[in-house]
T-cell receptor, first 116, second 110 residues
Framework: DTAVSQTPKYLVTQMGNDKSIKCEQNLGHDTMYWYKQDSKKFLKIMFSYNNKELIINETVPNRFSPKSPDKAHLNLHINSLELGDSAVYFC???????????????FGPGTRLTVL | GQNIDQPTEMTATEGAIVQINCTYQTSGFNGLFWYQQHAGEAPTFLSYNVLDGLEEKGRFSSFLSRSKGYSYLLLKELQMKDSASYLCAVSPPPSYIPTFGRGTSLIVHP
C-alpha cells in the first residue's frame, strides 16, 4: 500500500564510507526527486528525474550519484561521506512531466543519515 | 531570484485561528503549494493555488495574490495535532525546480 518507500530509514556510518539509499514509488508517476533536509529543516532539491532521465542537478557534489533503473525507482549513491552530509534525505514523486508542476508531490518517509 | 520567505515560528492557542504568510520573488509559476510536515515525518500536501483568491478546504484555507507576490495559509479551529511545520513551494519556469520556503513551525498550546 505504501506509495513512496525508502530504505533504509536510518543510516549511521563513518566518514569516508560509501552508502546507498533506495527509493521506490508504486503510483505510476513519471517524475521523481531527491531532497536534502538539513538540521534547520530547509528542504532543498538535489536531483529530479523524469522517466529515468536526469532533469535537474542542483549543484550537488559529484560524490552524489543518482540512478534510475526504471521510472518507479530512483536510488542515491553517496561516495566518500562527509560530516556535512548528515541530514534527512527525502525521495518524492509526482504525476506528469517535469514541466507539469501542478500536481502535488508525494514524499517517502525519509532516510536519516548520520555521518560520524 | 526565487526567494521564498516565511516566518520561522508561530504559536497559537487551541481553537483559535492562525494565518501563516509566504512571500516570494519569482513569477510565471503555474501555482503555489502548501505542505504540512510533522516532526520526524515527511511533508504531505495541503493545498494548491492557481488563481488569485481564497481556496477553502475544511479547516484549512489558502490564499494567493500574484500581483503582491504573497500567499497565506489560514488554519481555523486549531487542534493540538496542527502543531507542525508548514512549507510553501513554487516551481517557476524555465527550470521548474521545486523551491520550498524554510517552513513555519507552528506550535499549538492548550
Amino acid at each position: 500500500d505504501t506509495a513512496v518507500s525508502q530504505t533504509p530509514k536510518y543510516l549511521v556510518t563513518q566518514m569516508g564510507n560509501d552508502k546507498s539509499i533506495k527509493c521506490e514509488q508504486n503510483l505510476g508517476h513519471d517524475t521523481m526527486y531527491w531532497y536534502k533536509q538539513d538540521s534547520k529543516k530547509f528542504l532543498k532539491i538535489m536531483f529530479s528525474y523524469n522517466n529515468k532521465e536526469l532533469i535537474i542537478n542542483e549543484t550537488v557534489p559529484n560524490r552524489f550519484s543518482p540512478k534510475s533503473p526504471d521510472k518507479a525507482h530512483l536510488n542515491l549513491h553517496i561516495n566518500s561521506l562527509e560530516l556535512g552530509d548528515s541530514a534527512v534525505y527525502f525521495c518524492a514523486s509526482r504525476a506528469g512531466g517535469w514541466r507539469e508542476d501542478y500536481n502535488e508531490q508525494f514524499f517517502g518517509p525519509g532516510t536519516r543519515l548520520t555521518v560520524l | 531570484g526565487q526567494n521564498i520567505d516565511q516566518p520561522t515560528e508561530m504559536t497559537a492557542t487551541e481553537g483559535a485561528i492562525v494565518q501563516i504568510n509566504c512571500t516570494y520573488q519569482t513569477s510565471g509559476f503555474n501555482g503555489l503549494f502548501w505542505y504540512q510536515q510533522h516532526a520526524g515525518e515527511a511533508p504531505t500536501f495541503l493545498s494548491y493555488n492557481v488563481l488569485d483568491g481564497l481556496e477553502e478546504k475544511g479547516r484549512f484555507s489558502s490564499f494567493l495574490s500574484r500581483s503582491k507576490g504573497y500567499s497565506y495559509l489560514l488554519l481555523k479551529e486549531l487542534q493540538m495535532k496542527d502543531s507542525a511545520s508548514y512549507l510553501c513551494a513554487v516551481s517557476p519556469p524555465p527550470s521548474y525546480i521545486p523551491t520550498f520556503g524554510r517552513g513555519t513551525s507552528l506550535i499549538v498550546h492548550p
